[in-house]
């Protein structure tokens, strides 16, 4: 049976120039062998995965009245995302970024534009009174949501409603102590292994784990190809990644994300979510940006049936 999802957050579209030798620095220049324009957004290729893996999502967001705004919308009802929440704003001009790709290697150019205006009165009440769980993805582009998304995430918990946060990368290098706060009604916290040890202010991942379970009752540590770090007040575990050709590793985060959530929803263990998880940015990689999105939960299941991975270890 489907769930139904809120997912709140980014959308955008991405220029990936992939197969880069090296990130150039100033003054440099550096040949990429792959050149591609998507649709992105951490939030939105979140909402396009887990509809490819059968659940109902609603995405709230907003967009420029623009060619790129016209081509996320379309992505997104393309997958069967339900755009109800998706606000076109005349007076905004569609976020874009551009990334730079080594396959292993990345970095980020974004013009935030409608990215970071979602406000808190967008995630209209109606949404979370029919869904399960809501997903903030992006935390630190949400510029204007940030103030209220504790308050959000308290009322979506008083209804019922799980809750899930992506910190994303913050771009002002400050690491805000308020998202602190916003942890005490986060139910899963999903952040990449350098985010979590800026929002936990230490220098290795057990540790920050451990502090981040103060707050979060879940929390997964993506380490990349390495797999994940996942914990909750009552297990810890390690599970690690699965070996692929890497292309481009832009959009492994988001569709870890999703797999993680689905599984959640649908009440697996912690070891199996993780695993099902590191599935899904796995094959994400293997295709530059968020073209590696999954064609649906049986290319899932064919991938692990066909690759290995070492069996879970408790830290």
């Not at 197969?19 to 591609?36: R, V, Y």
Request: glycine residues 10%; charged residues 20%.
């Amino acid at each position: 049976m489907s769930h139904r999802v809120l997912a709140v957050g980014d959308v955008n579209i991405d220029l990936v120039l992939s197969g880069l030798s090296n990130i150039p620095c100033s003054e440099q220049e550096a040949l990429s062998t792959g050149f591609d324009v998507l649709v992105g957004g951490q939030t939105a290729t979140f909402a396009r995965t887990l509809t490819k893996l059968g659940e109902v999502v609603t995405f709230v967001g907003r967009i420029g009245d623009d060619e790129y705004g016209m081509k996320a919308f379309s992505a997104l009802q393309a997958d069967r995302v339900d755009t109800a929440g998706l606000i076109v704003d005349p007076d905004l001009k569609t976020g874009f970024t551009v990334v730079l790709s080594t396959g292993y290697e990345r970095a980020y150019a974004t013009y935030p534009g409608a990215i970071g205006e979602v406000h808190r009165e967008d995630v209209h009440n109606g949404f979370m009174r029919v869904c399960e769980h809501i997903h903030v993805g992006s935390y630190y582009l949400q510029r204007k949501l940030q103030p209220d998304l504790g308050d959000l995430f308290e009322e979506a918990q008083s209804l019922g409603v799980s809750t899930s946060l992506d910190p994303g990368w913050d771009p002002t290098g400050e690491w805000g102590r308020e998202i602190i706060e916003v942890l005490d009604h986060v139910d899963i916290f999903l952040p990449n292994e350098t985010e979590a040890l800026h929002v936990s202010q230490t220098d290795n991942i057990e540790a920050a784990l451990e502090i981040l379970l103060q707050k979060a009752s879940t929390v997964v540590i993506k380490c990349g190809l390495n797999g994940c770090l996942a914990g909750t007040r009552d297990n810890n575990i390690f599970s690690p990644g699965f070996e692929v050709e890497v292309v481009d590793v832009t959009s492994a985060g988001d569709a870890f994300n999703a797999g993680f959530i689905y599984a959640m929803l649908n009440d697996w263990r912690l070891e199996e979510a993780a695993r099902f998880a590191n599935a899904c940015g796995a094959i994400a990689v293997t295709k530059p940006g968020s073209s590696g999105i999954l064609s649906n939960i049986q290319e899932v299941d064919d991938f692990i049936a066909s690759h290995q991975s070492r069996s879970e270890v408790r830290v």
